[in-house]
């Protein structure tokens, strides 16, 4: 069964600590995206990354930064919490084909305090 | 840029009611499209896809027609049940987005018995 694993389901942080969200795919992608889920607001792309060491910023990278040491993982670090970054983190994997679809996990619900 | 716009929710039925979704698309060439559906407290899961005009995803009783003509991918249902309550996704990915999966704002979908 393929598998994203994001580390944490919940986690409580206070304002201005530094922040990682872990994710471990087992299928051997290319690609890893970071997205945050708010409400009335969608999936908005914060980072993704197409190869061990290579990343681009998304669509509201602002606060954040990425690692991609390994294929399989991919973190999301919060440099310095704020209450504004407080929402849902989804990751998701996808091989480097156009049609195939992308596998998320489960999320991480972040608050910041 | 690409964009994806879905019918804002929530989306009240009773049970075996029929259910449509509407979501259109903005896209240069010729994306796929893809209908993903979270249910409470969980990520995201492929519900049904379609990679050229004309294709039609189908998945548990929905279904989904690509249009190219009218930029469209509406979700489909027959006969809803109380287990489809969930928040539906409707997303693309085109050449010129790297990779990227653009997602709609998501649609509520709340069936009663």
Redesign the interface.
């Known amino acids: 069964d393929v598998k994203v694993t994001q580390s944490s389901r919940y986690l409580v942080k206070r304002t201005g600590e530094k922040v990682f969200l872990e994710c471990v795919q087992d299928m051997d992608h290319e690609n890893m995206f970071w997205y945050r889920q708010d409400p009335g607001l969608g999936l908005r792309l914060i980072y993704f990354s197409y190869d061990v060491k290579m990343k681009e910023k998304g669509d509201i990278p602002e606060g954040y930064s990425v690692s991609r040491e390994k294929k399989e993982r991919f973190s999301l670090i919060l440099e310095s919490a704020s209450t504004n970054q407080t929402s849902m983190y989804l990751c998701a994997s996808r091989s480097g084909h156009l049609n195939t679809e992308a596998f998320f996990g489960q999320g991480t619900r972040l608050t910041v305090v | 840029g690409n964009s994806v716009t879905q019918m804002e929710g929530p989306v009240t039925l009773s049970e075996e009611a029929f259910l449509t979704i509407n979501c259109t698309y903005t896209a240069t060439g010729y994306p796929?499209l893809?209908w993903?559906v979270q249910y409470p407290g969980?990520?995201?899961?492929?519900l049904l896809?379609a990679?050229k005009a004309d294709d039609k995803g189908s998945n548990k009783g929905f279904e989904a027609t690509y249009r190219k003509e009218t930029t469209s991918f509406h979700l489909e249902k027959g006969s809803v049940q109380v287990s489809d309550s969930a928040v539906y996704?409707c997303a693309l990915?085109a050449?010129s987005g790297?990779?990227?999966?653009?997602?709609?704002?998501?649609t509520r979908l709340l069936v009663s018995p």
């Open positions: 796929s893809f993903y969980e990520g995201l899961q492929l896809k990679t996704f990915s050449l790297f990779q990227k999966l653009v997602f709609g704002t998501g």
